[in-house]
């Protein structure tokens, strides 16, 4: 419905532009600051008006639909969607205007390769979602990792992680960047007293870690790494794919970066590839810089389907962790179960770290079937709804055995150091009906 026009001379985009801008430094997890249109009061409470307005706050659901969208737009651009900006390269009015854009005393964009409209509100929207200063979107997220390692360690640094991080970005980490000078350590999230002998020991530039990880969903607690880094000078980059940033925001729990695979939870369709990476804007310019000369900018397609997307995760991400724990908590009672592996459990030994610095647990629940690896086999085949393949956070359920899929090929040594044995199966819980997952899974472990 439009506005009223007894509104007067209220401009109530710019209103609602505020409305929507995130206050950085919020210690709440879901919530920004917002100031009420003032005009718009007095014409609803009169003189109660001029009292001092209660602060309003915006839930991450409406963040999720309205942050970074141009509410503001003249009658050119009055798309209620996005639009999709196709162009490679802009115009300018004139010299003065392009000295202006140089200058910084004007917004706009250059080149696809450096910045594009669509990707912009993208970027905004994920900013105002993780309470960053800055963000910026890659064309993958494993761009985003390797992007963000070369820009904040330089020849000479050193990278302590985790056995449990991407095996990608563990592969990375042990084999490329030991080619550019730069040392890595590894350490069991078991032993987090490492850490601290590591930093006292030796100078770290940066501590790398996910949280939850995969498949296993251990949890780092952020706020104790992100003091002890903090004390020597180290920063902290987590990796909060599998909790997306309404279950968790890194930042404000003391981390300088978090990072995405914005193709699970955040486009949360199966149908688009990329990543992201939020911070401080200093940090952020920082990578920027490497990203232009890499060379992993996204398309502004890819850019409009992540904002369709983003506008549902709020509600699909309650799907997925009302889904996931009502599943972990039926696992863990079946006879046919030997383990399950959720940190919403209470019998998780990751559960209290979890539920200090989370507000839902995740759609991924991995468990241990009582069988062995062609037994385990059996249950994937048994099953009629989930589909067997690698990736999470969309709509459709998937199910994976990773000894036959991202361990096939692995040694027995190397599969128990990852925790990975035949029968073990990892879930990612879509957003159909529990009662139909639940039989489905019912039904497959009695082919057991």
């Known amino acids: 419905m439009a506005p009223s026009t007894s509104l007067g ?9 505020r409305l929507l801008q995130p206050t950085i430094h919020s210690p709440k997890h879901k919530r920004v600051t917002a100031t009420p249109p003032a005009a ?40 209620i969607a996005t639009p999709i900006v196709s162009g490679t390269t802009h115009w300018f ?31 905004d929207k994920i900013s105002a979602l993780e309470r960053a200063e800055a963000t910026l979107v890659t ?13 904040l360690v330089a020849p000479g640094g ?61 949890c780092v607690d952020i ?29 404000t729990l003391g981390a300088d970066i978090v990072l995405h695979s914005a193709t699970k939870y955040m486009a949360g369709h199966h149908d688009v590839i990329a990543g992201c990476i939020s911070g401080s804007e200093a940090l952020i310019s920082k990578i920027r810089a490497w990203h232009h000369d890499i060379g992993g900018a996204i398309s502004p397609n890819a850019a409009y389907m992540i904002i369709r997307g983003l506008k549902t995760m709020a509600l699909r991400v309650e799907a997925h962790n009302r889904t996931a724990l009502q599943m972990a908590q039926l696992l863990e009672r079946h006879p046919k179960v030997e383990r399950v592996h959720y940190p919403g459990l209470e019998s998780s030994p990751w559960h209290q770290v979890a539920k200090s610095q989370m507000t839902g647990y995740g759609g991924v629940v991995s468990f241990e079937v009582k ?19 690698t990736s999470l956070g969309g709509c459709e359920s998937l199910v ?15 599969k128990a150091k990852n925790g990975i044995k035949d029968n073990f199966v990892r879930f990612s819980f879509g957003i159909e009906k529990f009662e139909d997952l639940r039989e489905d899974i019912l039904q497959a472990l009695e082919k057991i």
């Not at 000295?99 to 910084?104: D, L, P, R, V």
């Not at 064309?139 to 820009?151: D, K, P, R, Y």
Request: aromatic residues 6%; glycine residues 4%; negative net charge.
């Open 139 to 151: 064309s993958s997220g494993m761009n985003a990792i390797v992007t963000t390692l070369l820009a």
């Open 371 to 389: 069988s062995d690896l062609c037994g385990t086999m059996k249950f994937v085949d048994a099953l009629e709804i989930p589909l067997i393949a």
């Open 40 to 79: 718009l009061l007095q014409e609803l409470f009169g003189d109660d008006a001029h009292q001092p307005p209660k602060p309003r706050r915006a839930s991450d659901e409406t963040l999720a639909v309205h942050a970074g969208e141009k509410l503001g737009k003249d009658a050119a651009s009055d798309s």
């Open 400 to 414: 994976q055995q990773p000894a036959v899929m991202s361990f096939w090929g692995k040694s027995d040594e190397e």
């Open 158 to 218: 050193h990278v302590v992680t985790t056995t449990d991080c991407y095996s990608e970005a563990r592969a990375f980490i042990r084999d490329r960047l030991s080619k550019m000078g730069i040392r890595s350590t590894f350490i069991d999230l078991d032993d987090m007293e490492s850490l601290k002998t590591i930093l006292d020991q030796d100078d770290v530039t940066l501590f790398y870690a996910d949280s939850p990880t995969n498949p296993l969903l251990k």
């Open 223 to 251: 706020r104790m790494v992100a003091e002890l880094c903090h004390q020597k000078g180290a920063l902290v980059c987590i990796d909060s794919t599998l909790a997306s940033p309404i279950n968790q925001k890194p930042l």
């Open 93 to 123: 009015k004139n010299s003065e205007d392009l000295i202006a854009f140089k200058e910084g005393r004007r917004h706009s964009h250059e080149y696809g390769r450096y910045s594009n409209p669509t990707v912009k509100v993208l970027e």
């Open 9 to 17: 001379k209220i401009t109530l985009p710019k209103q609602q532009r």
